[in-house]
């Protein structure tokens, strides 16, 4: 500011009057900014707390600090989220209260973003890998049921053929070219003496034997049974045999 009354080029001894309109002129300003002998500043802050109380954390926070321009000291502080008008109700007065300065707030938000991107990131590829041993089990378990789908088919379409025959000759016979699901042989000769031959094993007058393969379409291979149903020869063979393939 110039003083007054000068003798300057222009308006000789006329800068004082402009000066003091000037001083006006912030006075106003000051009196628009101050209301009630009050002044007020404000700042974003990034609070970090501890815990338990408030919950540990970091939050970002609106401080507004009000000035009384009487007493030349700051009579409040109070923390508001962005965008509210209502103040925090928390005490941050136990928390470390850190001044953003340009860019910060940004900074720190792209950083958390980056955070939870990140740990996303990495439960999704565990997800992936789930789904993807899921996938191959279940692949696995059509596979397996198509094959009990085709084999259920299979035993449903499947015809049995039962035969019945009666053998009395000297003669040993194998079943060679049947596959059987179950057999019988039954020794029913009226000769005591006369003995038939199953396997290789004896069978007497009244005696039956008789072979299952378990069914659901369970089947002997060929040539598991033979028989002879006079082996010693005396005329009386007659043995019963009934079979289904």
């Known amino acids: 500011m110039s003083i007054g009354n000068l003798k300057t080029e222009g308006g000789k001894g006329t800068n004082w009057p402009w000066q003091y309109k000037m001083l006006l002129g912030l006075d106003k300003i000051a009196a628009a900014i101050v209301t009630g002998g009050k002044d007020y500043e404000s700042d974003l802050v990034s609070i970090t707390c501890a815990g338990p109380v408030p919950p540990a954390g970091t939050v970002l926070r609106l401080e507004v600090r009000v000035f009384d321009t009487?007493?030349?000291a700051f009579t409040n502080v109070s923390y508001y989220e962005p965008g509210s008008i209502t103040p925090d109700p928390a005490d941050y007065s136990g928390c470390t209260i850190t001044y953003l300065e340009a860019g910060d707030a940004t900074e720190a938000t792209l950083q958390d973003i980056l955070t939870k991107v990140s740990a996303n990131e990495v439960n999704t590829a565990g997800i992936l890998a789930d789904t993807a041993v899921i996938e191959t089990n279940t692949t696995g378990i059509l596979a397996d049921t198509a094959v009990i789908e085709t084999n259920t088919d299979t035993l449903r379409n499947t015809t049995n053929a039962p035969t019945i025959l009666r053998a009395t000759a000297n003669t040993l016979v194998a079943l060679s070219t049947e596959v059987i699901k179950s057999i019988s042989f039954y020794n029913?000769?009226?000769d005591?003496?006369?003995?038939?031959?199953?396997?290789?094993v004896i069978?007497?007058?009244g005696e039956t034997v008789n072979f299952d393969a378990g069914g659901n379409g369970n089947k002997f291979p060929a040539n598991s049974f033979?028989?002879?149903a006079d082996p010693a020869g005396v005329g009386a063979g007659d043995l019963l045999i009934i079979y289904v393939e």
Request: proline share 0%; glycine share 10%; net charge positive.
């Open 226 to 228: 033979n028989y002879n």
């Open 70 to 72: 009487t007493t030349g």
């Open 203 to 205: 069978l007497r007058q």
């Open 192 to 200: 005591v003496l006369n003995i038939a031959n199953v396997n290789g």
């Open 188 to 190: 029913a000769t009226t």
